[in-house]
């Protein structure tokens, strides 16, 4: 199997794809996610929602945090719509990460294959991504201006 760059990957990830990696910035026991790849105006850029199983740290979080709007822009999937996944699982919108494709590399820890899981997913489930991430309290303006409408 050829090992293929990051960010040759990340100019081919045009669209809304699920993209299953570690990313470097994490703390090094935190595991590898799967990553919603959202596509933006900026097609050099691209904004990642991670996939997590922790629902329920992600509400503690929020109400912790005295940020219970934000809930809202937590995305329930299962296999059902991503059949890839074990247990039902959350996309954390609030934290759409904006990365530049030639910057693709610096996150993705290169000591754990990345993987393409789904290069589209269903057109439901992006309409509910693109507004969790537009209703978010804590996404940046500037963040929510660069999506592009489907």
């Known amino acids: 199997m050829i090992d293929i760059h990051p960010n040759y990957v990340a100019k081919t990830l045009t669209g809304f794809c699920v993209v299953y990696f570690k990313n470097r910035r994490h703390a090094p026991d935190v595991p590898p996610h799967y990553h919603i790849t959202i596509p933006v ?43 890839f996944l074990k247990h039902e699982s ?42 969790a991430i537009k209703k978010s309290p804590v996404v940046k303006p500037f963040i929510k201006k660069l999506i592009k409408d489907l």
């Open 41 to 83: 105006n900026d097609d050099s850029s691209l904004l990642l929602g991670y996939i997590t199983d922790e629902i329920e740290n992600r509400l503690w979080y929020y109400r912790k945090a005295n940020k219970e709007d934000a809930i809202t822009s937590l995305v329930r999937v299962d296999k059902n719509i991503l059949p």
């Open 90 to 131: 959350i996309i954390e919108c609030n934290q759409a990460l904006l990365v530049s494709k030639q910057e693709f590399d610096k996150i993705v820890d290169p000591k754990v294959k990345l993987d393409i899981k789904m290069r589209d997913i269903p057109k439901e489930l992006k309409e509910k991504i693109i507004e």
